[in-house]
């Protein structure tokens, strides 16, 4: 499956709102950086990310709906625990970062992460753990 560069008009934008996430997280010890409480504490980064993908096409592209469901599936298969889901779907992200060869290709990764990690937090947030950001 191949993954497309986003569209310049967003890759930039994109690519701010991913510092900004790692930026969020930066000072806080790398075993707790996994914790939902310090990863919704990246939500807004993630809500302005997907705003700027509506603007485009980008998610519906090529491969990357396909994409989309089987990391869904992958990630649902976890198991039941919607903060240990919220977790494993943040390592899978970053492992899936770790292989861009290029700032464009780690945009593009990143983007297609963004709707995955927010219904992540959209469930262990309905599970009323954690206030709207």
């Not at 000072?27 to 996994?34: Q, V």
């Not at 990391?71 to 903060?83: K, M, S």
């Not at 290029?102 to 927010?118: C, D, K, S, Y």
Request: glycine residues 2%; contains cysteine.
């Amino acid at each position: 499956m191949q993954i497309e560069n986003l569209p310049e008009s967003i890759d930039a934008d994109i690519q701010n709102c991913m510092a900004d996430v790692f930026e969020t997280l930066q000072g806080i010890a790398p075993e707790e950086s996994y914790l939902a409480t310090n990863l919704m504490k990246t939500r807004p980064f993630f809500l302005k990310a997907l705003a700027l993908l509506r603007t485009t096409d980008y998610l519906s592209r090529g491969d990357h709906l396909n994409l989309l469901k089987a990391l869904d599936f992958e990630i649902d298969a976890n198991g039941d625990d919607l903060e240990d889901n919220l977790a494993f779907c943040w390592v899978t992200m970053v492992n899936n970062l770790e292989m861009a060869l290029t700032q464009q290709e780690f945009n593009a990764r990143f983007a297609l992460f963004v709707p995955l990690v927010l219904r992540k937090m959209n469930e262990v947030q309905a599970e009323a753990r954690f206030p709207a950001a």
